[in-house]
């Protein structure tokens, strides 16, 4: 079982930066892939920004140019960083976490989501 707690988010001003994090804990033997997808209202949860844990990073084309990741692999924490955010950043964010199990399965897990809120 991994347990996700996220921090950071709220309300950023437009072109303002916005700094996210998500540490893991629980028993695992490893976590494979790591970091955020993101979700407005009515519409499907999108994968915006992982990781794995040898560094392979898959940028989503919103995340593209104004985001970074950056991940703690002996923490167990991801650290997602943004700039010149705009309104249509505005979305709940989910830290995600691929981990491999102690019963040598893997098994996908989400954080409770943060709001971020871009004011105009």
């Known amino acids: 079982q991994v347990q996700l707690v996220e921090s950071g988010g709220g309300l950023v001003q437009a072109g303002g930066s916005l700094n996210l994090s998500c540490a893991a804990s629980?028993?695992?033997?490893?976590?494979?892939?790591m970091g955020w997808y993101r979700q407005t209202p009515g519409m499907q949860r999108d994968h915006f920004l992982t990781?794995?844990?040898?560094?392979?990073?898959d940028y989503s084309d919103s995340a593209t140019g104004r985001f970074t990741l950056a991940r703690d692999n002996e923490k167990n924490i991801v650290y997602l960083q943004g700039h010149s955010l705009r309104p249509e950043d505005k979305c709940v964010y989910y830290c995600?976490?691929?981990?491999?199990?102690?019963?040598?399965?893997?098994?996908?897990?989400w954080g409770q989501g943060i709001q971020v809120t871009v004011s105009s």
């Open positions: 629980g028993k695992f033997f490893t976590i494979n892939r």
């Open positions: 990781m794995t844990k040898d560094g392979k990073t």
């Open positions: 995600h976490a691929r981990a491999y199990g102690l019963d040598f399965n893997y098994y996908n897990y």
